[in-house]
């Protein structure tokens, strides 16, 4: 009886010990799945901001105005920032001397390798979101040095380098297209 109870007591011993060594693997799954959690959140977020990034810029990129590129802007950016006023200034805006800037407002400058392109003026954005304001006028930046250099491709091509004048083609395209409306409303 004595030598059964031994071998019942070292059974016993033995699944305790299986059963901590299984509670170990448990814990120590359930600490690398937390963790995998945690990185996969953290992914997703990254994913979404890239992917407003891309929304942003591929938005933007569709017009060739400056305003509409600002207000596009703006709107994509009051989705995923919280803000109270942002505003565009030219380079030489007087008004850039009356902003005030401090804790929740800022100015971000515009430019490109040689010139100023302008300000952007935010007010009212809270210190966690700023990172996300500054990458996102950077991509407004690209956007609107884009624009410029597009409107600067079509002064080009429109006038003559020398003496400044519309270009043959670019009059007898415009003669058609005058002549055109004329004999659509009836004009002589």
Known sequence: ????????AYLEEQAREE???????????KKKKEKVSKEMMEAEREANRIFVLYEMTREITKTLS????????????????????CLWLAPDSKELETLKTGDESFIFLLNN??????HLFF?????SDK????????????????VILYQKIERIAIHDNLT???TRRYVLERFE?????CLKYGKR
């Open 177 to 181: 297209e005058e002549l055109r409306r």
């Open 131 to 146: 990172d996300k304001v500054m990458i996102l006028s950077h991509q407004f930046a690209l956007a609107l040095r884009r």
């Open 164 to 166: 400044n004048v519309y």
């Open 123 to 127: 007010k009212g954005v809270a210190a």
């Open 66 to 85: 400056q305003e509409e590129a600002f207000y596009i802007f703006k709107s994509k950016l009051r989705e995923n920032v919280v803000f109270e006023d």
């Open 19 to 29: 059963i901590r060594q299984a509670q170990k693997i448990h814990q120590d799954l």
């Open 1 to 8: 009886i004595f030598a059964v109870q031994n071998l019942f």
């Open 113 to 118: 390798e040689k010139e100023v392109l302008g």
